[in-house]
């Protein structure tokens, strides 16, 4: 695992930017593993802007996201696919069919998850899997506890996740109660993953990943059996660990 160590949250989208932009270049039919949140919203607009600027082109790479809420339409101004139109797609070349977030308006959420993890696996697996990470160090949705090897699937969303994201919402009780997400099975198949972390509040979790113990109790301490996983983490989230560069 590569850590990148960075001054602050800028820095941070900076340099996430930098790397998914040169992979871009060099492979334009990449497969992009999308995620929402707080976190890559700066990296996002580090594409746009470069995009903008230097032309860079997204028109033939194909996306994943990681997770959708339950019961959220894709117009509904708290979906992940809203968030993604708003926060990146609609400002870049992308061609919009061949991005993809899971359909958390499916009548049978568990075929909608078996769909998706075909569909990842037709597109010929993630090349890049962008990730943030809960403060209980979860990955997409996937909470304490998750299988490693699950596929995607629907979960229920634990309450410090609702509360988390619950500053989106008009209310806690609007917060969805479910979720559809990649398993951490279907992450860890992604060829290579960026992983981004900042803040004080995501030192404990990041300190637990980065002592090396791989406990179901902290989902993210998976990464460390994959092979290519680069951290760019900010001098908060580091602030619990000893950082090597
Ligand atoms: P955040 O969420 O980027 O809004 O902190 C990350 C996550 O919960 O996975």
Known sequence: MEIIEVQDYEEMSQKAAQIIISKVIHNPEMVIGFATGGTPKGTYRHL?????????????????NLDEYAGLEANSPNSYRYYMNHSLFNHLDINMDQTHVPNGTAKQLEEECRRYDGLIDELGGVDLQILGMGV???IGFNEPGTSFTSPTHVVELAESTRKANARYFESLEDVPTHAVTMGIGTI???????????GNEKAEALANLQKGAVTEEVPATILNHHPQVTVIADKQALSQTLTRR
């Open 48 to 64: 746009i802007e470069d995009h903008q600027k230097n032309g860079t082109s997204y028109s033939r790479i194909s996306s994943v």
């Open 136 to 138: 209980n160090g979860h």
């Open 188 to 198: 860890m198949k992604s060829k290579h993953i960026l992983l981004l972390v900042s």
